[in-house]
């Protein structure tokens, strides 16, 4: 079975940097891929989504969670069909399971839609992101 696999999680002090890569395990028809995160207790969250369908306008549309504005760049490189999350000014509250998925939709807006629902078809198993104080 086809699914996303992440890497390039690990353990960093508050301030500091990680960059997640996620590719797919095979080929996947898909046009939106998002990151998300998981904190022990709580209930997974999106992060970034962006829309990889290059023939489209809206390509390269992004969105993210408000608490990581400014902070987290998602970015899309075609030629190796890699997602990747570099997360700069790390915070302890940063501290999850983070989780790539992707999926295909019509549209920008239906992918930052589906994006903010969690609800893309494909998912990785999670690369653990741990913030220190």
């Known amino acids: 079975q086809v699914r996303m696999m992440e890497s390039g999680g690990g353990s960093v002090q508050a301030g500091g940097s990680l960059r997640l890569s996620c590719a797919a395990s095979g080929y996947i028809h898909r046009n939106c891929m998002g990151w998300f995160r998981q904190a022990p207790g709580k209930e997974r969250e999106q992060v970034a989504s962006i829309y990889t369908l290059e023939e489209d306008a809206d390509y390269d549309t992004t969105e993210y969670a408000d608490s990581v504005k400014d902070r987290f760049t998602i970015s899309y490189d075609d030629a190796t069909d890699t997602v990747y999350l570099q997360m700069n000014s790390l915070k302890p509250e940063d501290t999850a399971m983070f989780y790539c998925?992707?999926?295909?939709?019509?549209?920008?807006?239906?992918?930052?839609?589906?994006?903010?629902?969690?609800?893309?078809?494909?998912w990785g198993q999670g690369t653990q992101v741990t913030v220190s104080s």
């Open positions: 998925a992707a999926g295909l939709f019509d549209g920008a807006r239906a992918c930052a839609l589906a994006s903010r629902r969690i609800s893309l078809g494909y």
